[in-house]
């Protein structure tokens, strides 16, 4: 494979060469709206979708991976097949709320301090933060 920029690969038909790449984690979620749908589109991509991986065992990565708050509302759930399908409808409709991301992005922009004297790190907060919830937004 060649890579060829962001996200493009081009197949070769030179010999392929077995590459060990670091073992990818799942994001900590602990509630923040802004976190979700990053939280969400990982959890899925990476195991969501597979088959080799059996549902209860999903279900104990779900639950790793949430802290905080949301962890309390799910403690009561059951580790089974059931509980599984009934934490992602809990999430889902706790989080899964595009009028609510919407908001919380632009009050992360609207709540940007200014800055008071040239500061070039403070401006590079600025830029960044601005930078990604006007890409939240996007989506």
């Keep these: 494979m060649i890579y060829q920029g962001p996200l493009e690969l081009n197949v070769t038909t030179e010999p392929s060469v077995k590459v060990k790449l670091p073992q990818l984690s799942i994001p900590m979620f602990s509630g923040n709206l802004q976190d979700w749908v990053t939280f969400k589109d990982t959890f899925l991509s990476l195991l969501g979708d597979s088959v080799t991986v059996p549902n209860i065992q999903k279900f104990h990565y779900l639950l790793s991976a949430i802290s905080g708050d949301v962890k309390k509302v799910l403690q009561h759930i059951p580790v089974n097949e059931q509980g599984s399908r009934v934490t992602w409808e809990i999430l889902i409709e706790r989080f899964e709320i595009e009028r609510l991301i919407i ?33 939240a937004l996007k989506q």
């Design 103 to 135: 908001n919380t992005h632009i009050d992360n922009i609207m709540k940007l301090p200014s800055l008071a004297a040239e500061n070039a790190c403070r401006l590079r907060q600025i830029v960044d933060t601005t930078k990604y919830n006007l890409e």
